[in-house]
């Protein structure tokens, strides 16, 4: 079993430092309820590896992904990118450079798609690239590539995903999320809903992103998976999860 | 890696305007910066002030107080290549591109000038931003023939190959616009709009009183063109859910105010003021 303290690849440089990070929900509709679900949060991430958040489930490991992602605030503590040149503090960052950033710097496999209904799943998948100004004829082979590998037969490549089945719609996620070979991947447990066969596959791709220096931080909750993928596990039990009921999302905390 | 260039200049300039008709009808005090490149999308609900703000940067409407100002330093607009009609904005043929215009304060000549050179307006309903009495063809080129192109043959071909990139039949473009279904009014709508490739786009409810099949095609149809032209878009909705997928950063207005603002996921995943709160989780999801 790897721990927190396991050796960093030697290579490797931080890539995202997070400093004593918090989260609060105030819910006005229910009487200005507040909720911590996050406490004093730290991290170091490399290039080149994979750190997995291990924590009870439900306890919300997700807010910690979706606060890198921007789309939850980040209300109180630090986020800091490195780069050759510089580091960037995500805590100010304008609303408007969050487009850019995503675009070019951090991607995201979320757990659920989230398309134009109208979209076919090859084109879902080479948005990311086509977004910035990638040639279009060399975006769709890529793309056509990655969903072979992830085995989403050919028949569905034209079809919008939206009627598709759950571990169909994750692999046109996966491969939306990996195309674009971000420096900076978050995964929010990728291989839920997949077969052996494909698992393997994600597991893979997530070999070969780290070998191209790409810093990896996931949730997964295939204790198979985790074994395989993860460089270091960052235990969540102490920060995370919240004194009433864990909320993980501002509609699910209403409901 | 090298960090990435996030700067981003600023093409709109909002500052102060107030526009009421009456006590909390209308807006207030509303300040932005709009950037190049961005979909900002200014939701509320009817009678927020959201459609009389949209007026008013559009350049139809005189604010009350306050400036709305236009930097047109960044890449120059089709226009402004071209030659056609730049002296007529800027007013002075020794003005350079660069100038910042005060939409209010550069008299209505040039403001026109500037609404049919460098701007473009899509209103909800099609049949206000058509002539429903002329051809297809002749809708899309009106706003080329107004930047000063003549040549019949180009026209229309540049009016054909408008009506395939919002899917319509070009076999149709001598057919008047009344003949056309409303969702076919609305993308020949927005190819008149988008031909002389403007800078930047104000939507009022691009979707708003079409069939969700045909809202649908309308949604990929526009995020594609904006990502093909480079648009900068202010975008009205009531509809959080075309929010969500065309807007990089939302507005939220109440009651003639900005109640908040963010990214788009910050401000329907995690909510700040009461009333975004009540308006998030008043949304049916299927």
Redesign the interface.
């Known amino acids: 079993m790897l721990s927190e303290t396991g050796v960093s690849p030697k290579r490797a440089q931080p890539r995202l430092t997070v400093n004593g990070l918090h989260k609060q929900f105030l819910l006005h509709g229910q009487g200005g309820l507040e909720i911590d679900v996050m406490r004093d949060l730290s991290l170091t991430l490399h290039a080149g590896e994979c750190l997995v958040l291990a924590g009870r489930s439900g306890i919300g490991k997700s807010t910690l992904l979706k606060m890198l992602y921007g789309d939850y605030r980040i209300d109180q503590g630090r986020i800091r990118l490195h780069f050759d040149d510089g580091e960037l503090d995500l805590e100010t960052l304008p609303a408007y450079a969050w487009h850019g950033l995503r675009r070019d710097v951090i991607g995201y496999v979320s757990q659920f798609l989230r398309v134009v209904p109208r979209v076919a799943a090859v084109d879902v998948v080479m948005e990311p690239l086509l977004a910035r100004g990638a040639d279009e004829v060399e975006s769709r082979q890529r793309a056509e590539t990655l969903l072979a590998r992830l085995n989403l037969p050919e028949r569905l490549w034209q079809l919008p995903p939206g009627t598709f089945s759950g571990g169909e719609q994750q692999r046109v996620n996966i491969a939306r999320g990996f195309i674009g070979e971000h420096p900076l991947l978050l995964l929010d447990e990728p291989t839920a809903s997949l077969d052996a066969a494909n698992r393997d596959v994600v597991i893979a791709l997530i070999s070969e992103a780290k070998a191209r220096g790409t810093a990896m931080l996931g949730i997964f909750h295939d204790e198979d998976v985790r074994e395989r993928v993860a460089d270091r596990l960052l235990p969540l039990d102490g920060s995370l999860g919240s004194l009433t009921t864990a909320s993980q999302d501002f509609r699910e905390s209403l409901s | ?8 200049p600023v093409l709109l300039d909002v500052q102060d305007i107030t526009r009421l008709y009456g006590p909390a009808k209308g807006c207030e005090t509303i300040d932005f910066q709009l ?1 190049a ?2 979909v900002l999308g200014i939701v509320g609900e009817s009678g927020s002030g959201k459609s009389t703000l949209l007026r008013v940067l559009a350049g139809l409407e005189a604010p009350d107080a306050g400036r709305v100002l236009y930097r047109r330093s960044s890449n120059e607009p089709e226009a402004a290549r071209t030659g056609t009609g730049r002296n007529e904005i800027s007013g002075d043929p020794k003005e350079n591109a660069e100038a910042e215009l005060d939409l209010y304060a550069i008299g209505e000549a040039r403001r026109r000038a500037l609404l049919r050179l460098e701007w473009g307006l899509v209103h909800q309903n099609p049949r206000d931003g058509l002539r429903m009495g002329v051809s297809a063809g002749a809708n899309i080129g009106e706003r080329l023939m107004a930047q000063g192109q003549r040549h019949y043959g180009r026209l229309r071909a540049t009016g054909q190959d408008w009506m395939r990139q919002v899917e319509l039949d070009p076999g149709r473009i001598d057919d008047a616009p009344r003949t056309f279904s409303g969702g076919m009014q609305q993308r020949l709508q927005i190819a008149r709009t988008l031909v002389t490739r403007p800078r930047l786009v104000f939507m009022d409810e691009p979707t708003g009183g079409l069939d969700v ?1 045909v809202q ?2 309308l ?2 149809m526009l ?1 594609t063109l904006v ?1 093909q032209l480079g648009l900068s878009v202010v975008l009205v909705t009531h509809d959080l859910a075309v929010a ?2 065309l807007a ?2 939302l507005m939220v207005m109440r009651r003639g105010q900005v109640v908040e ?3 788009t ?2 401000i329907l ?6 009333y975004t ?2 308006l ?2 008043s949304v049916l999801t299927p």
């Open positions: 890696m090298k960090k990435p260039a996030l700067e981003r950037h490149g961005e099949s649908a095609r949604l990929d995020r990502r969500r997928l990089h950063r603002t963010g990214l996921d910050q995943d995690d909510p700040q003021h009461e709160q009540l998030v989780s």
